[in-house]
């Protein structure tokens, strides 16, 4: 039962536009958001987070939103540089949980 | 300030062998999670550790597959008589609390497990 689900495995942007990355998630116990960003053969490194008491948050040029109602997040990159190619999970908590949920992640290609 | 380290990257083992992974946390770290990311995958949650204590193994599968986290040295995921089906990129991550404290978890790079 897949409870953070991330419905586009590929997106690809032009260098200098915004990526716009999209999860969904079904529990609504999840008070905590993430995205982590993955290399190949490397571990994924945490991104920037969220919790649930509010609905923006940014670091640089990073932007994740959390719609609560619609159960939905997206990460925004502006501007988008070739070194953000990479592939990006979101995950979720739940404050009386045991673990983070991962999304199947969405491999970003940004075009120079 | 070494993150999560992990060990060996590469890991080849026949069926029937037996593969031990190694997790060093980030130090400071007493909570420690092992997640698998099979091919094409997500990643999936396998067991929550925290110092000499299994917290939610839940995740795991429960035969062949066992882990530890002992007061002194790494946290071990081990797997006995491995299967072509145990293929998979194994991830550690530490915390310096638990969930519910907003904090994110810190991946090591993985060992890569090849059974033939």
């Known amino acids: 039962d897949q409870q953070v689900k991330q419905n586009s495995p590929s997106l690809s942007v032009q260098e200098g536009r915004i990526s716009i990355l999209n999860c969904d998630y079904t529990?609504?116990?999840?008070?905590?958001f993430l995205w982590y960003k993955k290399y190949p053969a490397e571990g994924p490194t945490f991104l920037i987070s969220?919790?649930?008491?509010?609905d923006k948050n940014e670091d640089g040029r990073f932007t994740v939103f959390l719609n609560k109602s619609a159960k939905h997040l997206s990460l925004h990159i502006v501007p988008s540089q070739p070194g953000d190619s990479a592939v990006y999970f979101c995950a979720a908590s739940a404050r009386t949980g045991n673990q983070f949920y991962f999304g199947t992640g969405t491999s970003l290609t940004v075009i120079p | 300030n070494a993150g999560v380290m992990q060990n060996p990257r590469h890991l080849v083992r026949r069926r029937g062998q037996e593969a031990r992974l190694r997790c060093s946390p980030v130090?400071?770290?007493?909570?420690v999670y092992w997640y698998r990311q099979l091919p094409e995958e997500g990643l999936k949650f396998m067991v929550y550790l925290q110092k000499e204590n299994i917290i939610d193994e839940s995740g795991m599968p429960k035969e062949r597959f066992s882990a530890e986290f002992p007061k002194e040295g790494p946290s071990i995921l081990r797997i006995q008589q491995v299967v072509r089906g145990d293929s998979a990129a194994y991830f550690c991550a530490s915390s310096p609390r638990q969930l519910g404290n907003n904090s994110p978890l810190h991946f090591g790079n993985g060992t890569r497990l090849t059974v033939t």
């Open positions: 130090k400071g770290h007493s909570h």
């Open positions: 529990n609504s116990m999840f008070d905590y």
């Open positions: 969220i919790s649930s008491i509010k």
